[in-house]
DNA sequence: GCCGTTTTCGGCCCGACTGTTTTCAGTCG
């Protein structure tokens, strides 16, 4: 059996929701919880690893160790599957809905035999839940309406979706007052829920908060959850002078947040939302600012995008945090598309764009023949585009470099002869079809490429469209290892919609020396602006000027493709 | 179940809000 991390991840965390349902310790519990994290986070294929190794990393113990090892030889371990034999399967989706736990299932399940959401539903029509000691009316109606939310529930954001949602909810927030944090402001890839740090007070902001959302959750004076656009908002309120504190907090994540926390213990305080209490005469200690409480426990500013307990509060401890590549580092846009193949702007609209948007250089990068629906470009029409692109660059302040985005056909050979390519300033080579081979041949697929000396970089290598398409079967550790012997590079397109590579290969990538490139795949003039999602997603991969080729000058650039 | 320049046993982040209770358990972030 070899299974992906994502694969393992899923077993242990089902271990953790079976515990958690047969009321085992919560410590217990968390660790199968924590373990699932680590491993999908992991870049490398924990099924290769050996008992040995995994027990070294952090958050993997003797025991889930061997469990991993079990997985490997039998795709699962047996105590798992016997507590899933004694626990009905449609009982753990109970835990999706809004307000039910581990208890609550466990009591529903114990008292009233409620197996599943349909059977929850009609308890609760009819009255049978609130003969249960601690259960009542209201709990009934939480109840249905949790189901009925959660049967028209929607995936996680993508960021432009985040920012409809945000942009709705603030339009009743006094500008000036308020943060946007959570997720969000860590620059993740996809976002689950929206958070919001502000001062305004709680009486006068929740009455204006009522008139956008569909549904308030629940309301308070230091908190307040609605439900706007079918996603959940929670709103935190609190004072300028604790500002920090409370922006740390709402920011996360979680993890970040628990060792953040411990690390406050051992050096005698107790750090919440509100600030740093002394535990030795409790005196509080507030911050307006992340960047004063920071420097109170003494540790090196930690910007949003590392937060995740990845290994920045070590470096953060001994000061050797990274430096991260920022927006203003950026010299240039390496994979846009025009209106030779299916894009909607001319070559000189590019070029004005790019400099509208002050860069160097934009890579036009149009589609190959191969790829029937966009419009390919032939040898012909290549030549015809190259003369064009001469005779913008005579006079124009952002050069447009000639590229291609050639096809990885399905055998792995290149949609464009090798002496066309060779003419080329840069040559993307992406993936557009036959998505559903299997993982080897993917993986031999791409590397084909990787090793053509015609190819710079591969682009969007997984394939994946957030909320629509899964990535495709590929293992990208090999794919990274190959590419850093080949001196090829990596894409991070920074579509929204893709967002691919995403952190924890780039954080691989960096590691091993391949380089980064940073493209919006724009199609048409607003996509330019993307390139801020694109590098949020390397600075949460660790991701350096020197490792992103978006940060060369032209002639490096060229130099480097050459 | 994990983990350790205080510990190999005994801890494990901290607080808001709700509903059902007469003081708190459960859920959530």
Redo the contacts with the bound molecule.
């Keep these: 059996m070899d299974s992906t991390n994502r694969q393992v991840a899923e077993k242990l965390h089902s271990?953790g929701e079976l515990?958690?349902l047969t009321g085992q310790?919560?410590?217990?519990?968390?660790?199968?919880y924590?373990?699932a994290d680590v491993v999908e986070r992991l870049p490398s294929a924990v099924t290769k690893c050996d008992e040995r190794s995994l027990?070294q990393?952090?958050?993997?113990?003797?025991?889930?160790?061997?469990?991993i090892m079990e997985i490997k030889d039998t795709g699962s371990f047996r105590?798992l599957e016997e507590l899933k034999a004694a626990i009905p399967a449609s009982l753990i989706e109970l835990?999706?809905?809004?307000?039910?736990?581990?208890?609550?299932?466990?009591?529903l399940w114990q008292k009233l035999g409620i197996e599943s959401i349909e059977d929850l539903e009609r308890a609760a029509r009819g009255n049978r839940?609130?003969a249960?000691?601690?259960?009542?009316?209201?709990?009934?109606?939480?109840f249905l309406k949790?189901i009925s939310s959660f049967r028209q529930r929607s995936d996680r954001m993508n960021r432009l979706e985040a920012e409809e949602v945000i942009s709705r909810v603030t339009e009743v927030l006094l500008p000036t007052t308020f943060e946007v944090a959570?997720s969000y402001r860590r620059g993740k890839s996809t976002i689950?829920?929206i958070?919001i740090v502000t001062t305004e007070p709680?009486a006068l902001l929740n009455p204006k908060l009522r008139t956008v959302a569909e549904e308030?959750?629940?309301?308070?004076?230091?908190?307040?959850?609605l439900r706007c656009q079918n996603k959940?908002v929670?709103v935190?309120?609190t004072s300028p002078s604790r500002f920090g504190s409370m922006l740390l907090?709402?920011t996360?994540s979680?993890a970040f947040?628990?060792?953040?926390?411990?690390i406050?213990?051992?050096n005698g305080?107790?750090?919440?939302?509100?600030g740093i209490?002394d535990?030795s005469h409790g005196n509080l200690n507030t911050f307006a600012t992340e960047e004063e409480l920071f420097s109170f426990l003494g540790i090196e500013y930690i910007v949003p995008e590392l937060r995740e307990d990845w290994g920045e509060i070590e470096a953060a401890t001994t000061h050797s945090l990274p430096n991260l590549v920022a927006t203003g580092d950026i010299r240039g846009d390496l994979h846009v598309h025009s209106n030779w193949s299916d894009g909607s702007l001319s070559l000189v609209e590019l070029s004005g764009i790019g400099e509208k948007m002050g860069y160097e250089y934009i890579v036009c990068s149009d589609h190959s023949k191969t790829l029937g629906i966009a419009r390919g470009l032939d040898e012909e029409a290549l030549e015809r585009q190259a003369h064009e692109i001469e005779v913008i660059n005579r006079d124009a302040s952002c050069r447009l470099v000639h590229g291609i985005e050639v096809d990885i056909l399905a055998d792995g050979s290149l949609g464009l002869p090798a002496h066309i390519l060779a003419d080329l300033d840069i040559v993307i080579a992406s993936v557009h079809s036959s998505f559903g081979q299997e993982k080897d041949i993917m993986t031999r697929r791409v590397l084909s490429a990787v090793d053509s000396d015609d190819v710079d970089i591969i682009g969007h290598p997984t394939g994946r469209i957030i909320g629509r398409r899964k990535p495709y079967e590929i293992d990208l550790s090999r794919v990274i290892e190959r590419a850093s012997d080949t001196g090829t590079a990596l894409e991070c397109n920074a579509s929204p919609y893709r967002l691919d590579l995403d952190d924890v290969y780039i954080r691989e990538s960096m590691k091993t020396g391949v380089k980064i490139s940073i493209g919006t795949d724009s199609h048409g003039a607003e996509e330019f602006e993307h390139m801020r999602f694109g590098v949020s997603v390397i600075r949460r991969g660790w991701g350096t000027p020197e490792g992103v080729i978006n940060t060369y000058s032209l002639s490096d650039l060229l130099e480097w493709a050459s």
């Design positions: 271990m515990l958690e310790n919560v410590f217990k519990v968390r660790a199968y924590r373990a027990e990393v952090g958050g993997i113990g003797v025991n889930i160790a061997r469990k105590e835990l999706e809905l809004d307000g039910i736990g581990p208890r609550t299932a466990h009591t839940i609130r249960v000691r601690g259960f009542g009316e209201k709990k009934e109606e939480k949790s959570g689950g829920d958070d709680a308030i959750i629940d309301e308070g004076e230091k908190k307040t959850s959940r929670d935190r309120f907090y709402l996360g979680k947040n628990i060792r953040m926390r411990e406050a213990l051992n305080y107790k750090l919440n939302e509100y209490e535990r």
